[in-house]
């Protein structure tokens, strides 16, 4: 009888943790979305110009370092919040592009698609309770072809390859999604900055990729 009362009560205290890691990550996302889409439109009004490739990477590794090494601590919420901050820099000369071009229906299309992606995958992963960890092997082959194809497209520069390199993001941006989300209530991941970087990475690229693919579709 007492090893049944030890194991319920351990079973409590792990699916109220994991409860806790989910509610704190979705609150980070949603904070650091916003500031993010504040910098971002602060970016696009001031037409700031686009960072060179070199402090684009550098920007963003030297942040996402940070942010992961001080993720037991409090300042990793504000390491969260500078990564997020410069990636919605980066947008605003993405942003101006596509408005100055009279497109600017576009970025709110793939604001929408962005979202209903992301709920429909959330959704999906919470109401089923399916373990994803499969994925994982998935996802590291797709991140070795996305590797290779961008560096190879940084040299060819064939529309088509870029078009194939967004399709190709949309989808493991989506499979990312669901895989940490899964990671997370299957107790995988038990740290909610690493849990919110993680997702918020992937809306990222997935805006990004649909504004491209939406932009090119407009174009031809």
């Not at 090494?69 to 592009?97: C, E, H, W």
């Not at 070795?144 to 520069?157: D, G, K, M, T």
């Amino acid at each position: 009888m007492d090893r049944i009362v030890v194991s319920s009560s351990s079973s409590r205290d792990s699916l109220l943790s994991t409860h806790k890691v989910l509610r704190n990550t979705y609150f980070l996302l949603h904070e650091s979305m916003a500031f993010s889409a504040l910098t971002a439109t602060a970016s696009t009004v001031l037409m700031l110009p686009a960072p060179g490739l070199l402090l684009m990477l550098v920007g963003f590794y030297g942040l996402m370092f940070l942010t992961y090494r001080l993720a037991d601590r409090p300042a990793g919420i504000l390491a969260v919040f500078a990564l997020t901050g410069f990636m919605g820099y980066t947008l605003g000369p993405i942003l101006s592009s596509f408005i100055a071009s009279g497109a600017g229906d576009l970025i709110m299309l793939a604001l929408g698609g962005t979202a209903a992606v992301f709920f429909c995958c959330s959704a999906y992963v919470l109401t089923t309770r399916k373990d994803m960890s499969f994925l994982s092997g998935m996802m590291m082959a797709g991140f070795v072809i996305l590797l290779v194809a961008v560096i190879a497209n940084l040299f060819l520069q064939i529309p088509a390859l870029s078009l194939a390199i967004s399709a190709l993001f949309i989808l493991f941006s989506t499979g990312a999604i669901l895989w940490e989300t899964s990671n997370i209530i299957h107790g995988g991941e038990t740290n909610y900055i690493g849990a919110t970087v993680g997702l918020y990475v992937s809306l990222y690229n997935l805006f990004i990729s649909l504004l491209s693919i939406l932009g090119f579709a407009r174009s031809n």
